[in-house]
């Protein structure tokens, strides 16, 4: 068709694995400069409200911005719970997966480079947003609060992620379902464990926070894979026909 002032927008190119893999790594290279990036350099000015609101919105606004391309799952507990229910093959999870890490390598390395270092008087949080428990990064609750926070938080963010994907729901809202849930998520828990409910943002903090926070990285990778593991059964269990198996996530936007 010739380029004419009446001619129509052409379709946008259809998914690909190369294009699913670099929306996640810009996706959750954007969730953690917004996220982690607020509490690092305005936690001071917006407290934990403004916080929680700007991983709510940064997730909200990629969900508008690369759900077309690939769902804008930007957290691995995500895209597990999309395998485990059959909505995704293991290749593309694993495009997925790495892709998520690299962008929340990315977003670490930038915070880590606008903070000079991670120079503790540019990081109002003194540990550069990581999570943890404990006296190691100052919090009164432990690793029991912890497992409690990660499991059944992640299991409601990854439930109502799931839910947007059934049959029925309201074209459109999608998004602003799971943005909410995320900044409802961090206004409920932020002082227990700084919040992660996403391996990605969790390794993309303590990769860079010059504190023990790897040591206690472990948790936030095994507890979220357990509550993405749950919202899984959950979902299965009250939204799919039994003998029904989903459509592949790829298949339909293809």
């Not at 919040?195 to 040591?215: E, Y």
């Amino acid at each position: 068709m010739s380029d004419t002032g009446d001619s129509l927008p052409l379709d946008p190119p259809a998914p690909t694995l190369v294009r699913m893999f670099g929306a996640e790594a810009v996706g959750t290279c954007v969730l953690m400069l917004i996220g982690p990036g607020s509490a690092i350099i305005a936690s001071g000015t917006i407290g934990n409200v403004g916080v929680s609101l700007a991983f709510g919105f940064s997730l909200l606004a990629m969900a508008y911005t690369i759900g077309h391309v690939s769902g804008c799952h930007i957290n691995p507990a995500v895209t597990l719970s999309f395998f485990l229910t059959k909505k995704m093959s293991i290749q593309t999870s694993i495009y997925y997966w790495v892709g998520q890490l690299l962008g929340a390598l990315a977003g670490g390395l930038l915070l880590y480079v606008l903070t000079e270092g991670g120079d503790k008087n540019l990081d109002q949080t003194g540990i550069f947003a990581a999570n943890g428990w404990g006296a190691k990064i100052g919090s009164q609750y432990g690793l029991g609060s912890v497992v409690v926070v990660e499991i059944f938080f992640t299991a409601l963010l990854v439930f109502v992620v799931l839910s947007t994907t059934t049959r029925g729901y309201l074209v459109g809202f999608g998004g602003l379902a799971v943005g909410v849930t995320l900044g409802m998520i961090h206004l409920a828990t932020i002082p227990v464990d700084n919040t992660s409910v996403n391996p990605a943002r969790s390794f993309g903090t303590a990769v860079f926070s010059g504190t023990d926070a790897l040591s206690q990285l472990w948790a936030f990778i095994v507890f979220p894979i357990v509550g993405a593991v749950l919202a899984g059964f959950i979902h299965r269990a009250l939204f799919e026909p039994r003998g029904v198996a989903p459509a592949p996530a790829e298949a339909r936007v293809k």
